[in-house]
């Protein structure tokens, strides 16, 4: 069993930073792929980022790649996505999740097995 917690979530102003944790407990991570989703009001859910189990590789969205990083600590049990110059269109509701064994890039919802419950972020004009 895995519980995923996510952190980091707030208020902050257009253009600025956030760093975003997640935190895993029960079963190890080490061995699996991660990534971010968020979820505006109103919208569908969406890919943000991915990272295999080593943290060797990544994968964004393309309406964050060059303003957000994903990468992780193993040690610590913990993901981060690192989020800068943030736009309101940024606003959601954003989830860390546990993805495939396997190596490669997954955008799809259907490709995690365990989800936190999500932390807020709002960016004002």
């Known amino acids: 069993q895995v519980q995923l917690v996510e952190s980091g979530g707030g208020l902050v102003q257009s253009g600025g930073s956030l760093r975003l944790s997640c935190l895993a407990s029960g079963n190890t991570i080490s061995y699996n792929s991660m990534g971010w989703f968020r979820q505006a009001p109103g919208k569908e859910r969406e890919f943000i980022a991915s990272?295999?189990?080593?943290?060797?590789?990544?994968d964004y969205a393309d309406s964050v790649k060059g303003r957000f990083t994903i990468f992780r600590d193993n040690s610590k049990r913990t993901v981060y996505l690192q989020m800068n110059n943030l736009k309101p269109e940024d606003t959601a509701v954003y989830f860390c999740?546990?993805?495939?064994?396997?190596?490669?890039?997954?955008?799809?919802?259907?490709?995690?097995?365990?989800w936190g419950q999500g932390t807020q972020v709002t960016v004002s004009s």
């Open positions: 990272i295999t189990r080593s943290g060797s590789s990544t």
């Open positions: 999740a546990r993805g495939p064994y396997a190596y490669g890039s997954f955008h799809l919802e259907n490709d995690y097995d365990y």
